[in-house]
Antibody, heavy 118, light 110 residues
């Protein structure tokens, strides 16, 4: 079946970087864009950025410019989100989500908890 | 990009209908028909309920419907059921080629 499986929880110190993976299965990876969304504890969803899995083009939220890198490995059907210069406010669950068109994210990963703490 | 504005909470009795509003600007909701809605139960990933303003994905109950007027989108849940109790988020494409989510609404079934 169509699914996205993300890497496990991470604990990082302030100033460090984290790289979260999202492995797709059950569909043609390069035919869909992949988005990243985060949710701080008890807070709303926040859009982070996306990658065109076919050509690798990316677009990031202004909030993360300079700290965020989204990449993909088509041979592994996997997308990656790397966030650097981590601060406590980056503590959140990070989700990958497939974009199906019409503004809708139809398949979501299970989420990866990233905790930033000294 | 500021978050889209949703009411913090909406409640209703079983069988009733409720409507959740989502207000943006002409740079997001008002400018594009790329509005979607998500249901999120505690500790779970969001689930797509509506896309393209008013389209339901396969498997989503027809008790859920979406609409848009100007800069405001709406999600209506008819025949409210206990399992509908959850957080709901709207989302829209924006003029900056980015996406923005709403502030979120907690639906309580009385």
């Amino acid at each position: 079946q169509v699914q996205l499986v993300q890497s496990g929880a991470e604990v990082k110190k302030p100033g460090a970087s984290v790289k979260v993976s999202c492995k797709a299965s059950g569909y043609t990876f390069t035919a869909y864009a992949m988005h990243w969304v985060r949710q701080a504890p008890g807070q709303r969803l926040e859009w982070v950025g996306w990658i065109n899995a076919g050509n690798g083009n990316t677009k990031y939220s202004q909030r993360f410019q300079g700290r965020l890198t989204i990449t993909r490995d088509t041979s592994a059907s996997t997308a990656y989100m790397e966030l650097s210069s981590l601060r406590s406010e980056d503590t959140a669950v990070y989700y990958c989500a497939r974009y199906q068109g019409g503004g809708g994210f139809d398949i979501w990963g299970q989420g990866t908890m990233v905790t930033v703490s000294s | 990009q500021s978050a889209l504005t949703q009411p913090a909470s909406v409640s209703g009795s079983p069988g009733q209908s409720i409507t959740i509003s989502c207000t943006g600007t002409s740079s997001d909701i008002g400018g594009y028909n790329y509005v979607s809605w998500y249901q999120q139960h505690p500790g779970k990933a969001p689930k797509l309920m509506i896309y393209g303003v008013s389209n339901r994905p396969s498997g989503v109950s027809n008790r859920f419907s979406g609409s848009k007027s100007g800069n405001t989108a709406s999600l209506t849940i008819s025949g409210l059921q206990a399992e509908d109790e959850a957080d709901y988020y709207c989302s829209s494409y924006t003029v900056s080629s980015t996406y923005v989510f709403g502030t979120g609404t907690t639906v309580t079934v009385l």
